[in-house]
């Protein structure tokens, strides 16, 4: 079984709180600024290439009063597995990783991902020594429990099961020095605390 990735996102931006989430390239990217049309709490890291937990930890030790989920493509987790070692490494309390199972490149067409369906993202993450690992893969399931993953303490992965896309998101409209500035700037007002000149 496998969310409808549309009706997933729509669900995890009606229970965010004021969480800063990160993307990376592709459908995360694409999907939460389609949902959501955040452009100050959300940093698209569209360039990742597997890095959007690594970026969002950091930024995460600099602001531990404020949470972050960091969301990430499979197809990008499968290009760097060794993220998971790092986050067992640091098990930040302010941080829950999400990886987006859609068995598939989102930012190439959604071409397959090879062997995709053979892959369980859930237990790779255990065998990592990832403390606290969750799975949903319907809505009702996620809704339930909601709480209890994105709000773990720890290293967390949060593995959302989800069917491939139907259709072309819309990317952000955002190039990659006006991200930067807007998201830095959001920080600054936020906390109060310098980060660009």
């Known amino acids: 079984m496998a969310m409808d990735m549309e009706a997933c996102f729509a669900l995890l931006a009606k229970r965010r709180r004021d969480e800063i989430v990160i993307t990376s390239a592709g459908n995360s990217s694409e999907l939460w600024w ?9 940093f698209y890291l569209e360039a ?9 930890a950091g930024i995460a030790l600099g602001y531990p009063g404020a949470r972050f989920w960091a969301f990430m493509g499979d197809g990008a987790f499968v290009m760097n597995t060794g993220v998971l070692f790092v986050e067992r490494w640091l098990a930040l309390p302010n941080m829950v990783s999400v ?3 859609n068995r598939c490149y989102g930012s190439t ?19 990592a020594g990832i403390a606290n690992v969750f799975h949903f893969s319907d809505l ?29 998101f819309e990317s952000p409209p955002i190039d990659g020095p006006e991200m930067k500035y807007l998201f ?5 007002e936020r906390f ?4 660009l000149p």
Do not use: C, W, Y
């Open 34 to 42: 389609e949902t959501t049309r955040d452009r100050n709490n959300t």
């Open 48 to 56: 990742s290439m597997s890095l959007s937990t690594m970026f969002t």
């Open 184 to 188: 830095g700037r959001a920080l600054e």
């Open 140 to 168: 009702a399931t996620l809704d339930k429990g909601f709480d209890t993953a994105f709000q773990s303490v720890g290293s967390t992965t949060i593995v959302l099961e989800l069917a491939a896309p139907t259709r072309h």
């Open 99 to 101: 990886i987006m199972a």
């Open 109 to 127: 067409s959604a071409a397959a991902l090879p062997d995709g369906q053979q892959i369980d993202f859930a237990a790779v993450a255990k065998a």
């Open 192 to 195: 109060g605390q310098k980060v």
